[in-house]
C-alpha cells in the first residue's frame, strides 16, 4: 500500500468545538466559522489624499484659475467642518470629509504650502477634466460592506487576519478548540533503572513538540513493554483526547506490546510501502481512534508527517505534496516501497538531498523528499514530490 492509500484509509472527521479568544492571543488558531464585516470599512467618507475638499461650484471655480476661499481645517480623527458653497475645505488623508465635498484636490495641485496654517485660499492647476465625482474620496463601505465575509471558517488566522478584524473593531474571536492527543511512548528500554541496557526516549520530546508546534494539546504518557501496564495507560488517557499516537511495539519481534495488547480487538497492523516507517497500525478504543507509529525515531517522526498531521488537519496526505526541482545524484528507487529522504530547498527552490536518512539529518532539512518505488527514482533536473515540514519542525 502506497503512504497516500494509507493515509486516506486513516482518514475520519475528528470532534470540532469552539472556543472564543481575545485577538491578541488568535494568532495561528483556526477560525471556528467565517466572520462578516459588523459595519462597512470605511465607515464613513475618508480623504484618500493630503489636499483640499472641494464643493462642486468650488471645482468649477477652481477650473477657471480662479481663487477658491478655504473655510476651515480637518485633521485626521477631528469632526468634519462643513464646506460653504464655493469654498473648499483643508482635509488629511484619513479625515472624514464633508457631506457636500464633490472631489478632494491633493495639495501639489494647489498653490498652497503643504504644511502651516490654513492659507485664506488657493489656487488650483492641473486638474483632470472631467473630474470623476468623488474624486480621492474614499467612499463608506468602498473597501468593505457590512455583512462582507472578511475571514473564512477553517482558515489559519495570520497576521493580515488579525488586522483585518481588528480594522473592523473585532475584539474576539471563535477558533476551533486545539485537538487533544494523547501520546504512549513504549518500551521497556525507555523505563527508568539500572543495571539493564537504557536508552533515552526520543519519540517523546519530539512528537510532543511536533504536535504542540502545530497547536494540538499533548497528553504525554510512556509504558513498559507489559501489555497489561499499555492498557492500563491507554485507557487512563481515552476520555481525555480526540486521538491517541502510541510509538513502538508494532513489528514483528516476540514482545510487540502494542499488537499484543490491541490486535484483533480495536487496531489492525501492516505494512505500508515507505521507508523508512513503514510497520503501521490504526484502530479505534471506546470510539477513540488510534494511531500507531513504528519506535524508530525517524519512522516515528516521519509518521507524524505523513499520517498524523493529515489526519489531525482534516486532510490526505496526496494533497500535502508541493513540486520542487531536484538537485543531486541519482537516487533508484527501493524494491519496497517509496524512500522518503530529508531535504533542503536551496536559496533558488531546488531540493537537495541529504545524504542519509537518520533523524538527525532531517532535524537540519526542511522538507522530506518523496523517492517513487523500483523500477522508479529521480536524478538531477527531475520535477520531484516534498513535503515541506515546517521551520525545525
Ligand atoms: N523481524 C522483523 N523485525 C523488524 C521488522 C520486520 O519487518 N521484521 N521491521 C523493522 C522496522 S522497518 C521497524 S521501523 C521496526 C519497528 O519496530 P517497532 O515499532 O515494534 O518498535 P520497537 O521495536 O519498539 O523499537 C524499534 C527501535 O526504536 C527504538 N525506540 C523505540 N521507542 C523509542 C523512543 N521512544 N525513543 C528512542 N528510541 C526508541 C527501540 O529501542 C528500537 O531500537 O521493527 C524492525 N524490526
Ligand atoms: O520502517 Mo523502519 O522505520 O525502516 O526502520
Redesign the pocket.
Known amino acids: 500500500m502506497e503512504p497516500e492509500d494509507y493515509s486516506r484509509l486513516i482518514a475520519r472527521d475528528l470532534p470540532a468545538s469552539a472556543e472564543t479568544v481575545p485577538l491578541a492571543e488568535a494568532v495561528g488558531r483556526i477560525l471556528a466559522r467565517d466572520v462578516p464585516a459588523p459595519a462597512p470599512i470605511p465607515g464613513f467618507a475618508t480623504s484618500a489624499m493630503d489636499g483640499f475638499a472641494l464643493d462642486a461650484p468650488a471645482l468649477d471655480r477652481a477650473r477657471t484659475g480662479e481663487p477658491v476661499p478655504v473655510a476651515g481645517d480637518i485633521p485626521a480623527g477631528h469632526a468634519p467642518v462643513p464646506i460653504p458653497s464655493g469654498c473648499a475645505v483643508r482635509v488629511m488623508t484619513g479625515a472624514e470629509v464633508p457631506d457636500s465635498a464633490a472631489a478632494v484636490v491633493p495639495v501639489e495641485l494647489t498653490d498652497a504650502e503643504r504644511t502651516g496654517v490654513v492659507p485664506a485660499s488657493i489656487t488650483v492647476t492641473g486638474l483632470p477634466d472631467p473630474v470623476v465625482p468623488g474624486w480621492n474620496i474614499r467612499d463608506v463601505g468602498e473597501d468593505t460592506a457590512a455583512g462582507d465575509v472578511v475571514v473564512l471558517g477553517g482558515q489559519r488566522l495570520g497576521a493580515a487576519g488579525i488586522g483585518t478584524l481588528a480594522m473592523l473593531g473585532i475584539e474576539a474571536v471563535d477558533v476551533a478548540r486545539p485537538l487533544r492527543v494523547g501520546l504512549v511512548?513504549?518500551?521497556d528500554?525507555?523505563q527508568p533503572g539500572e543495571g539493564a541496557p537504557r536508552?533515552?526516549?526520543?519519540?517523546?520530546p519530539m512528537l510532543a513538540s511536533a504536535l504542540g508546534s502545530h497547536g494540538f494539546t499533548v497528553l504525554p504518557a510512556t509504558s513498559s513493554d507489559d501489555p497489561v501496564e499499555f492498557l492500563a495507560v491507554l485507557d487512563d488517557l481515552l476520555p481525555e483526547v480526540d486521538l491517541v499516537i502510541t510509538?513502538?511495539?508494532?513489528?514483528?519481534?516476540a514482545y510487540?506490546v502494542v499488537r499484543a495488547a490491541l490486535e484483533g480487538e480495536c487496531s489492525e497492523f501492516l505494512r505500508v510501502g515507505q521507508r523508512?516507517?513503514?510497520?503501521q497500525g490504526h484502530g479505534e478504543r471506546a470510539g477513540t481512534p488510534l494511531l500507531h507509529f513504528?519506535?524508530?525515531?525517524a519512522?516515528a517522526y516521519l509518521s507524524f508527517h505523513l499520517f498524523a498531521l493529515p489526519l489531525l488537519t482534516g486532510t490526505v496526505l496526496a494533497q500535502r505534496w508541493r513540486r520542487g526541482l531536484y538537485e543531486g545524484p541519482a537516487l533508484q528507487g527501493h524494491r519496497r516501497g517509496v524512500s522518503l529522504v530529508p531535504a533542503t530547498i536551496a536559496v533558488d527552490g531546488r531540493v537537495v538531498p541529504a545524504a542519509r536518512a537518520r533523524l538527525r539529518d532531517f532535524a537540519g532539512a526542511d522538507a522530506i523528499l518523496r523517492v517513487p518505488a523500483a523500477p522508479g527514482g529521480i536524478a538531477d533536473g527531475d520535477g520531484v514530490d516534498i513535503l515541506p515540514t515546517g521551520p525545525g519542525i
Do not use: F, K, R, Y
Open positions: 511512548v513504549t518500551g528500554e525507555l536508552i533515552p526516549n526520543s519519540n517523546l510509538t513502538g511495539g508494532i513489528s514483528a519481534g510487540e523508512p516507517g513503514g510497520p513504528p519506535g524508530t525515531p519512522g
